[in-house]
């Protein structure tokens, strides 16, 4: 079965103070692995897709990786306006797992002044 | 450039009442997807339709609950005789082609008392 698991649940950082978040998951397959931001009371937001290993992808602070069994969120250098849930999604190469993405818990990321 | 929409942004209803939710997509977008978001959860997948037709609907959680989509453009899911584990706030998401980012919209909360 497709899973996807986040770490930490929730992560507490200074403003300037650099972290990574953990995406860790199994599939038959993958066709490509998506992170989203979703902030309360909204829908998720689209970030990055990364399609195979040893990929990466930048967008101002966030840096997205990825390997064969994980995905790495990392927060350079980070401003409170980053705070947010950080959400990972696999989407499967194989019959229905292509039909749908499978998303993990997410981690609560806060960022303080 | 509109973004998905959703209606109603939230909905209380009485146990055993039916309800019915809206979804615009973005326009041009080919496929639809519907999710359930829990407190505490990850966002659990419902429905996806390519077009007017529903290739999986295996995230249904029960025969109460039912979807169409009509002219490849608005979608509606209803959820017959509500019961109180309904509660949750529903998302809609689209994108141009199955291997195409999902954008979302900000969701219906559905809350059964």
């Known amino acids: 079965e497709d899973q996807v698991t986040q770490s930490p649940e929730a992560l507490r950082l200074q403003e300037g103070e650099s972290s990574s978040l953990n995406c860790s998951y199994t599939?038959?397959?993958?066709?490509?692995l998506f992170w989203y931001r979703q902030d309360p009371g909204k829908g998720p937001e689209f970030l990055f897709t990364?399609?195979?290993a040893g990929e990466e992808k930048e967008k101002e602070r966030l840096k997205a990786t990825l390997t064969k069994k994980e995905s790495f969120l990392h927060i350079t250098a980070p401003k409170p306006e980053d705070s947010a849930t950080y959400l990972c999604?696999?989407?499967?190469?194989?019959?229905?797992?292509?039909?749908?993405?499978?998303f993990g818990t997410g981690t609560l990321l806060a960022v303080q002044p | 450039g509109a973004g998905v929409s959703q209606s109603p942004s939230n909905k209380v209803t009485e146990k055993g009442k039916d309800v019915e939710l809206r979804c615009d997509p973005i326009?041009?977008?080919?496929?639809l997807y519907w999710y359930r978001q829990s407190l505490g959860q990850g966002l659990e997948f419902l429905i996806y339709?390519?077009?007017?037709?529903?290739?999986?609907k295996s995230g249904l959680p029960s025969d109460r609950f039912s979807a169409e989509r009509t002219g490849g453009s608005v979608s509606t899911l209803t959820i017959q005789r509500t019961q109180q584990e309904d509660s949750a706030v529903y998302l809609c998401?689209?994108?141009?082609?199955?291997?195409?980012?999902?954008?979302f919209g900000n969701g219906t909360r559905l809350t059964v008392t």
């Open positions: 999604a696999v989407q499967g190469a194989y019959g229905g797992a292509t039909n749908k993405l499978i």
């Open positions: 599939v038959s397959g993958l066709r490509g």
């Open positions: 339709f390519q077009g007017n037709s529903a290739p999986d």
């Open positions: 998401a689209s994108s141009a082609t199955v291997n195409s980012p999902l954008h």
């Open positions: 990364l399609y195979s």
């Open positions: 326009s041009g977008h080919t496929a």
